[in-house]
């Protein structure tokens, strides 16, 4: 059983890990709502996880509110690897002067935004 709880735990924190990591190239939210951000997106997928248990009659799927802090964290998580890969990109491309092209100028940019 406790091999259970510690399966939940990983699972649900590396669920939301892409989220945290990706917000930032999707959209331009401040660093002081991203805790927010994550309360809400872990609440919406054990609210729609509640929804389809209703719709299906199922009952194969627990709703706990550990779930959704354990999401929240995988989110918050996630954006500090953001925040650490943003610090690296932009201290490397500078010390190596390396020129900013396409895929790449995009990624400076969505990193530079998040550094200010």
């Not at 945290?20 to 002081?32: L, N, V």
């Not at 500090?80 to 190596?96: D, I, V």
Request: with cysteine; aromatic share 14%; proline share 3%.
């Amino acid at each position: 059983m406790p091999d259970l709880c510690n399966r939940n735990f990983v699972e649900n924190i590396l669920l939301t890990l892409p989220f945290g990591f990706g917000i930032s190239f999707i959209a331009h939210i401040k660093p002081g709502n991203i805790p927010w951000l994550a309360l809400a997106v872990g609440l919406s997928l054990e609210t729609i996880q509640f929804i389809i248990s209703l719709i299906f009659k199922s009952s194969f799927r627990v709703i706990d509110i550990n779930d959704v802090l354990l999401n929240a964290t995988g989110i918050l998580i996630g954006y500090g690897f953001f925040r650490l890969f943003a610090f690296g990109y932009l201290e490397t491309t500078q010390r190596f002067g390396i020129k900013h092209k396409m895929l790449l100028a995009y990624v400076y940019e969505v990193a530079s935004k998040s550094s200010q």
